[in-house]
């Protein structure tokens, strides 16, 4: 008797399993389906080849990017616009991991899940990316066949407005040698979300950040450089002589002699904290995928190499993505909406389809030092850089040329836009490109007047 009734207990037992399974899966499904249909194993919604046969792509003024007709997927119709759309668009094999293709394919597919498969239609939904393809497109001209990225983007909102990763090439002509010409090397790795540099200059302005607030007097002293200085048991170096400079000139003349100094001063473990903390060192999770990390040796080394460290030449990395996000959080007080490449969602029928809210990082930078390195910046670009080339907008920059083994510097260009009306923060990077004020400086340049209206 006592075994029958531990045999129906124990039946009980995975009766309720069961029953909450059912519940389980039923819960799943009301609100998970429609990931389900659209992951790659359902041969209703993808070619042979992996290929997304649902759903249109227009940048966000409507430009088509992709789309499907009769079971076959198109690009645009201009080769320049598919070259610089690329990385951001997705090819046709999904070896682009950040692609909007295979990323966004939960907005492309139209899903219903009274209708399943049968509800599959060539048109989905109309996904609008928050680019503008001839800011791409400008870009793409600017870098020229050269090596890099450029990044543009609201630092309010998240959206993307510009990025174009080189080397490229056209979705709709792929070149036989794609797989061996050293000049595509790389080609399906997005430079801006998955690649690191060492960011020469462009650190100067984390430098600066800890100086303002661990040096009291810093404001108030003045620096001389002779084009050298002994910092440890080694010389840091500087291109030129600059002679007697304030901070702020000392900054925008990008002094090497002062900036190591300073790192020196305010020491190896606290400028580890002040890069944690500014996100240099950061993933972040864009569209189901995730940025490269930054990594910095600043703690436990030699005073020359900490002074190396502090202008960004020692064992420094950053990716661009994680760069720009930083100075667009200097230019909104602190913290910097994530990037998104999302601007709308809409079905068959015309209706807005729901897509998530911006989500910020962590303040990266206090408000009142974020106001004091906006001016900083700005003044970079009266000083150093020529102003006429951009935008008649307040506009806050840094450059930085780092030095290659062989061949060119690495060229960097880095700031943001302080308006109300184009709150825009933005990098580039051009491998082996030269000068970073001329050369990366000329492209972002080329952008922002591609994006702002010129009076």
């Known amino acids: ?47 042979s080849s992996g290929e997304l046969l649902t759903g249109t792509l227009t940048d966000r003024y409507g430009t088509v990017l992709s789309r499907v007709e009769d079971g076959t997927r198109y690009y645009s119709a201009l080769p320049a616009v598919r070259k610089a759309t690329l990385h951001i668009v997705g090819d046709r094999n999904n070896k682009i991991g ?68 080189s080397p490229t090439y056209d979705p709709d002509n792929v070149p036989e040698d794609l797989e061996t010409n050293e000049a595509y090397d790389g080609v399906y790795v997005n430079r801006f979300f998955y690649s690191v540099y060492t960011p020469g200059s462009v650190f100067k302005t984390l430098t600066l950040q800890a100086a303002l607030e661990q040096i009291p007097d810093v404001t108030s002293r ?45 020491g190896g473990d606290v400028m580890t904290e002040y890069v944690h903390k500014a996100g240099l060192t950061a993933s972040y999770k864009i569209h189901g995928f995730s940025t490269a990390k930054g990594s ?49 969602v809409t079905d068959a029928k015309g209706r807005a389809v729901e897509i998530p809210k911006a989500t910020f990082t962590e303040e990266l930078v206090t408000p009142s030092t974020a106001s004091k390195l906006s001016v900083y910046m700005k003044n970079n670009l009266t ?21 290659q083994k062989t061949g060119k510097s690495n060229s960097w260009f880095a700031g943001f836009v302080d308006s109300e009306e184009y709150p825009y923060a933005f990098v580039v990077i051009v491998e082996h490109g030269g000068s970073g004020s001329r050369v990366a400086g000329e492209i972002a340049a080329a952008v922002l007047k591609t994006l702002i209206p010129v009076p």
């Open 222 to 266: 003045t620096f001389v450089c002779e084009g050298s200085v002994k910092v440890g048991d080694n010389t840091v170096t500087c291109p030129q002589k600059h002679g007697t400079l304030s901070l702020s000139d000392a900054y925008a003349v990008s002094c090497n002699c002062t900036f190591a100094k300073l790192a020196v001063e305010i």
């Open 383 to 403: 000083v150093s850089y020529d102003k006429s080339r951009f935008p008649n907008v307040p506009i806050g920059a840094k450059s930085g040329t780092v030095e």
């Open 1 to 47: 008797m006592r075994k029958i009734e531990q045999r129906v207990r124990f039946c009980k037992l995975i009766l309720l399993a069961f029953v909450c399974g059912i519940i389980l899966f039923l819960v799943r499904y009301v609100n998970q389906a429609d990931k389900w249909y659209t992951q790659p194993f359902n041969k209703n919604l993808y070619s």
């Open 98 to 165: 950040t692609g909007a293709l295979n990323n966004l394919r939960e907005y492309l597919v139209s899903y219903n899940s009274g209708k399943g498969s049968s509800g599959i239609t060539d048109e989905g939904n109309t996904v609008s990316l928050s680019i503008s393809a001839d800011a791409c497109v400008t870009a793409y001209n600017a870098l020229n066949g050269a090596s890099g990225c450029v990044g543009v983007y609201n630092y309010r909102t998240g959206e993307i407005l510009c990025l174009v990763s």
């Open 296 to 344: 910095f040796e600043l703690a436990s080394v030699s005073a020359n190499q900490l002074g190396w460290g502090g202008v960004g030449l020692y064992h420094d990395l950053v990716n661009p993505c994680a760069v720009m996000l930083y100075y667009g959080a200097i230019a909104n007080g602190g913290k910097a909406a994530v990037p998104t490449c999302l601007h709308s």
